[in-house]
Nanobody
Framework: QVHLVESGGGSVQPGDSLRLSCEAS?????????MGWFRQAPGKEREFVAA???????HYSDSVKGRFTISRNGAKTTVYLQMNSLKPEDSAVYYC???????????????????WGQGTQVTVSS
């Protein structure tokens, strides 16, 4: 079992930056695993934001590419999401995710991830 705990959410103004962190405890992910982030705004579907595979390859949604950066620590137990140039449409609850056996074609799929954090709120407003 893996437990994911997010931190770093908050309220900022458009154009500001925030850094989210997610620490995994318990069993670590295998070499077929990945960790990442999804988000859900009120009244909208939960959507993929970014992910990093065990190999180190990173993947982003088109809406955040160039503004957000996903990274992890050397032990592959903590993943970060650096969010720059934030926009009001980035406001959402951000969920950390993790799982094993995640193939490239499913990296953006909610059902591919077995483990979810409780979420952290990000609000971008002037």
């Amino acid at each position: 079992q893996v437990h994911l705990v997010e931190s770093g959410g908050g309220s900022v103004q458009p154009g500001d930056s925030l850094r989210l962190s997610c620490e995994a405890s318990g069993r670590t992910f295998s070499n077929s695993g990945a960790m990442g982030w999804f988000r859900q705004a009120p009244g909208k579907e939960r959507e993929f934001v970014a992910a990093v595979r065990y190999s180190g390859s990173t993947h982003y949604s088109d809406s955040v590419k160039g503004r957000f950066t996903i990274s992890r620590n050397g032990a592959k137990t903590t993943v970060y999401l650096q969010m720059n140039s934030l926009k009001p449409e980035d406001s959402a609850v951000y969920y950390c995710v993790g799982g094993n056996g995640i193939i490239l074609s499913s990296i953006r799929t909610k059902s591919a991830y077995s483990y979810w954090g409780q979420g952290t709120q990000v609000t971008v407003s002037s």
